[in-house]
């Protein structure tokens, strides 16, 4: 099993709409949780950091689950540019990031 | 924010040389640095933790001898690909972190090299 596994996708949304995609952990001593962007042959960069409570940033929205193992990022009034990759990576202890192999969403007019 | 540069972007070599890349916090102190290879359509692959001052620490499956790393000052980790071959061929990626576990880890641009 994959320590963060994410489905692939692509989600192939209009824009304006919702999308929401998951992530599942299996090292349930991991602590700190984050959403990267990764645009096509370009670095990864961070999109927002995963808290307990949940956060929302404009139109994002994370949630963490930590008994389940489970964080999800919700992206309301899908635009254009938000087409990219999306990774969900973990702190896999000893500050090494865990990456999940992302899911690509593409935004459509 | 926190910038890591990255050289070179690219890079096309002959099979059998060698390609250093080299990974830079502009301006923070980085005493670790992470670096990553993709593969097209992969996720990014940890390869090794450089440590300023000590030997790299190299993930499982990663050859030591084939990927030289070293980290001779708080804002340079170099990566040097040997004896490389076209499967090494992918898109590597340094990182490096201002803080702890829970602070956000800055990326170099990436070099994609290519074994001809």
């Known amino acids: 099993r994959k320590e963060v596994e994410q489905d692939p996708g692509p989600f192939n949304v209009p824009e304006g709409a919702t999308v929401a995609f998951n992530c599942t952990y299996s090292n349930s001593a991991s602590q700190s949780f984050f959403w990267y962007r990764q645009d096509c042959r370009k670095e990864p960069k961070l999109l927002m950091s995963?808290?307990?409570s949940g956060n929302e940033d404009g139109r994002f929205t994370a949630q963490l689950n930590r008994a389940s193992q489970y964080i999800s990022l919700l992206i309301r009034d899908s635009k254009l540019s938000d087409s990219a990759t999306y990774l969900c990576v973990v702190n896999g202890g000893g500050n090494k990031l865990v990456f999940g192999a992302g899911t690509i969403l593409r935004v459509k007019s | 924010g926190a910038v890591v540069s990255q050289h070179p972007s690219w890079v096309i070599c002959k099979s059998g040389t060698s390609v250093k890349i080299e990974c830079r916090s502009l301006?923070?102190?980085?005493?670790?640095m992470f670096w990553y290879r993709q593969f097209p359509k992969q996720s990014l692959m940890l390869m090794a933790t450089s440590n300023e001052g000590s030997k790299a620490t190299y993930e499982q499956g990663v050859e030591k001898d084939k990927f030289l790393i070293n980290h001779a000052s708080l804002t340079l980790s170099t990566l040097t690909v040997t004896s490389a071959h076209p499967e090494d061929s992918s898109f590597y990626i340094c990182s490096a972190r201002f803080g702890g576990p829970n602070t956000e880890a800055f990326f170099g641009q990436g070099t994609r090299l290519t074994v001809v």
């Open positions: 301006d923070f102190q980085a005493t670790t």
């Open positions: 995963v808290y307990s």
